[in-house]
């Protein structure tokens, strides 16, 4: 065997079948072929010749070499190791160049390392040949392990593909926008880089960046703004409530370059009240809430008018009143308006308070308990109602008394679980609520099981007399059952004498 094939099978001893017996020598290829082994030599098979045991260093011949003759070379013996240029050393001297001894046999041959490599694809063996000079020429048509790539290939043949590959950053493509496609991770997949998207869409900011990454900046950012100190106030919604009938108005802060502007634009802040003249429409400059205020009138004109809360104007049944400019030019009070008034019963179905709630009386829907005079959750679930237009105290509903150990009085007696059995309902053992359990019976009020039971053994209230002990509902003697000698569910084959089983 040559010394290349022996470190291949002492290096790699899981391949020997494959490679020092399958794959040395091709037996459709060399059908004929069975090599000669000296008299000092030890035949392996068909196709091995090595040293006897002792013969070793130079004096062995390697294995068949492809062609037919086996390869007479030193083999460096026992002890001989592999070194990173695919030679044998041994002990102090490496051996750089193998002689042979058969002219143009051939021999499989492996440069590489490590050894296992040669197995795995791509990696491949290769061969050499015995020269003229006796010795081996180079190895030809091996590959061994390169760099791993992305290609898809095991380049460095240890069993894994493009694991090398490390993770950079890159900008994602595929129609991908704004800051999502600004930092993805090249990735190896498939033999090939591609970017992978790391980051995800989120609300937009402003700050100059496609935050929600549909290809726009900063957009749909604008917000609510008011710079005066009276006639506009904001509310619970992010924006304003302006004065009714008044010219103020709220204006906008954009996003601009990124940065919200300081400044409010397009807001209408109060100005100078001027005079409604004949058919214009009257609006509130000033906007403190009175229209034309200190400012004479024509006598008969009338304008509308309304003095209740702001937030309540318009909606039904509140509603507007007019004023009319009588021949002082002043206009005079405000006639016919509807300005909202307390909730009552008086008025069912009506928002007499204009809050948008109909009914809302105060105390309606809450608790009166104290004030009725049932029993149990009746009292208990006792609310103020509206009835025939007054407010009174409505008792709550009358139910079946319901055994759930949670103390109430359901049917309104003043009585608490009452006529229910808990001396023999299972559901209800001495007590409402109380379950028993699997194989367990409620006997007098307790669960017991009346598979051991001595006091209900079989059935509630069977009571094993003396010297009887409840075994699987029955009551026995164990001094002398044959089932249950000593003890319940010990057999005796022979019978059972004073609680022992009987012998032959």
Known sequence: MSPLRRRFCLLVSSCWVLWCSACSVDPKAHKDYKPRCNSDDERI???????????????????????????????????????????????????????CTDVDAGDFCYPYVPMTTAFQPPCRIGTRTCGADHFWTTCMDALGPMSDTCDGVDNDCDGKTDEAQTQMTCLVGGGVKGVCAEQGYALCRAGQQQCVQITVPVPETCNGKDDD????????????????????????TSGYDCVPASTCAPGTLKCMGGKMQTVCMGDVRPATEKATKQNETPLDEDCDGQIDENFDCQEGQEFP???????????????????????????????????????????EGTDDDCDGMQDDVPRRGTSCSSASGAMGACKTNATWQCQAGSEVCRNGQMAME??????????????????????????????????????????????????????????????????????????????????????????????CTNGGCNLL
């Open 402 to 495: 319901v055994c759930a150990g949670n103390n109430l009085d359901e049917d309104c007696d003043g009585n608490v679980d009452e006529g229910f059995d808990l001396q023999s309902d299972e559901m209800n053992c001495g007590s409402c609520g109380n379950r028993c359990g699997p194989g367990a019976t409620c006997c007098s009020g307790a669960c017991v099981s009346t598979a051991s039971s001595n006091s209900n053994c079989g059935t509630c209230g069977n009571i094993c007399g003396t010297g009887l002990t409840c075994c699987s509902s029955n009551c026995v003697n164990l001094k002398s059952n044959g089932s249950n000698c000593g003890m319940c569910g010990k057999a005796c084959l022979l019978g």
């Open 45 to 99: 098979g068909e196709l091995f010749c090595i040293p006897k045991a002792g013969k070793g260093g130079n004096g062995g011949r390697g294995g068949a070499g492809i062609g037919g003759e086996p390869s007479d070379v030193p083999d460096g013996g026992p002890d001989a190791t592999l070194v990173e240029d695919g030679s044998v050393e041994t002990g102090v001297d490496a051996m750089v160049q193998e002689s």
């Open 305 to 347: 008018c309304y003095t209740g809360p702001a937030n309540t104007r318009n909606k039904s049944p509140c509603k507007d009143g007019k004023q009319t400019c009588g021949n002082d030019g002043k206009f005079g009070a405000c006639m016919d308006e509807r300005r909202p008034v307390a909730e009552s019963c008086a008025n």
């Open 213 to 236: 990454c549909d290809g726009k900046t900063d957009e749909g950012l604008e917000v609510a703004c008011y710079g005066g100190s009276v006639g506009c106030t904001a509310n619970a």
